[in-house]
């Protein structure tokens, strides 16, 4: 391909504040850098970059081209990822945020010293799995997305949910619940409105939900972590608020009652030796989060 190198001089540049840290990045020089953004504008016939005080900044053709040259970067990146040979200890994993900040995190140790010849490497995302692509050997995921066929849905444990409260917050409005904050975050948008919908012996205690406070939060982690500091009442999956009640951060005075969901381990049609031990692992775990 034509000015390639150009391309890529570009790419990083486009996410730098200035051409002189670009070329920190690409050990190259600053005249360097300028000289293949000039040989790139003068191929495409489009200025890239204007110049703002001491910094650079994308024209619009140049935010244009720095989303083409992202995702053919990145593609590349990802293609190469998949000819490197596999190391045989490790152990590629993605998980739910809030279920491995929460839950899977502080258990970790117990499996290095089950088993101290697998590295796990964690990282965390929802929905859609690639497992070429993202070069992942098994995913833990809540089933509230369309799952590929191919998959290798393993089943972990029927989610179930229900208001959480800090102990001090709950002695407050327990006499009069038109007193509660109620907490949403944007990734379950619709949790309070849910669990209402099938938990009907406790509603009547709702009854001002719709003119009472709302607070939203970007991130569900953040939600549950607001109702353990005493911000509000938020809706708690179990097990991810398992260890904030054994420890009295929160209590759930309504109990908990299915969600409708469930969590799965999703893998290639055929697990490794490693993610088996993993599953298996989990498995374990589950058994004790299912006694609430």
Same mark, same amino acid.
């Given at each position: 391909?034509?000015?390639?190198?150009?391309?890529?001089?570009?790419?990083?540049?486009?996410?730098?504040?200035?051409?002189?840290? @670009?070329?920190?990045?690409?050990?190259?020089?600053?005249?360097?850098?300028?000289?293949? +953004?000039?040989?790139?504008?003068?191929?495409?016939?489009?200025?890239?970059?204007?110049?703002?005080?001491?910094?650079?900044? !994308?024209?619009?053709?140049?935010?244009? !081209?720095?989303?083409?040259?992202?995702?053919?970067? %990145? $593609?590349?990146?990802?293609?190469? @990822?998949?000819?490197?040979?596999?190391?045989?200890?490790?152990?590629?994993?993605?998980?739910?945020?809030?279920?491995? #900040?929460?839950?899977?995190?502080?258990?970790?140790?117990?499996?290095?010293?089950?088993?101290?010849?697998?590295?796990?490497?964690?990282?965390?995302?929802?929905?859609?799995?690639?497992?070429?692509? %993202?070069?992942?050997?098994?995913?833990?995921?809540?089933?509230?997305?369309?799952?590929?066929?191919?998959?290798?849905?393993?089943?972990?444990?029927?989610?179930?949910?229900?208001?959480?409260?800090?102990?001090?917050?709950?002695?407050?409005?327990?006499?009069?619940?038109?007193?509660?904050?109620? !907490?949403?975050?944007?990734?379950?948008?619709? $949790?309070?409105?849910?669990?209402? *919908?099938?938990?009907?012996?406790?509603?009547? #205690?709702?009854?001002?939900?719709?003119?009472?406070?709302?607070?939203?939060?970007?991130?569900?982690?953040?939600?549950?972590? $607001?109702? *353990?500091?005493?911000?509000?009442?938020? +809706?708690?999956?179990?097990?991810?608020?398992?260890?904030?009640?054994?420890?009295?951060?929160?209590?759930?005075?309504?109990?908990?009652?299915?969600?409708?969901?469930?969590?799965?381990?999703?893998?290639?049609?055929?697990?490794?030796?490693q993610a088996q031990a993993f599953y298996d692992w989990l498995k374990t775990l589950i058994e004790g989060a299912n006694e609430h």
């Amino acid at each position: 391909m034509r000015h390639l190198k150009a391309f890529h001089i570009f790419h990083v540049a486009a996410s730098s504040s200035s051409y002189t840290e @670009a070329a920190n990045k690409l050990c190259i020089t600053h005249g360097a850098v300028s000289k293949q +953004i000039k040989v790139l504008e003068a191929y495409l016939g489009q200025a890239l970059f204007y110049k703002q005080g001491r910094h650079v900044c !994308l024209t619009e053709q140049g935010r244009v !081209l720095k989303g083409f040259t992202q995702q053919a970067f %990145q $593609a590349l990146e990802q293609g190469a @990822a998949t000819l490197m040979p596999k190391i045989d200890n490790v152990l590629t994993v993605s998980c739910e945020p809030t279920l491995t #900040m929460r839950w899977l995190m502080p258990r970790l140790a117990q499996f290095h010293e089950l088993h101290p010849d697998i590295e796990v490497r964690l990282s965390t995302a929802g929905g859609p799995v690639d497992f070429v692509a %993202q070069g992942i050997d098994l995913a833990i995921r809540r089933e509230d997305f369309v799952m590929s066929a191919p998959n290798l849905k393993l089943p972990l444990l029927e989610e179930c949910v229900g208001p959480v409260f800090s102990p001090a917050y709950w002695l407050s409005v327990q006499e009069t619940m038109s007193q509660v904050v109620y !907490l949403h975050s944007k990734t379950r948008p619709d $949790a309070w409105q849910d669990w209402l *919908a099938f938990n009907g012996s406790d509603k009547a #205690m709702f009854a001002n939900f719709s003119s009472s406070p709302h607070h939203t939060y970007e991130h569900f982690y953040f939600c549950l972590q $607001a109702a *353990a500091d005493g911000l509000g009442a938020a +809706i708690g999956s179990y097990p991810l608020v398992m260890d904030d009640l054994r420890r009295g951060h929160l209590v759930a005075p309504f109990g908990f009652v299915p969600s409708g969901h469930c969590y799965l381990a999703l893998a290639p049609q055929q697990l490794t030796q490693q993610a088996q031990a993993f599953y298996d692992w989990l498995k374990t775990l589950i058994e004790g989060a299912n006694e609430h």
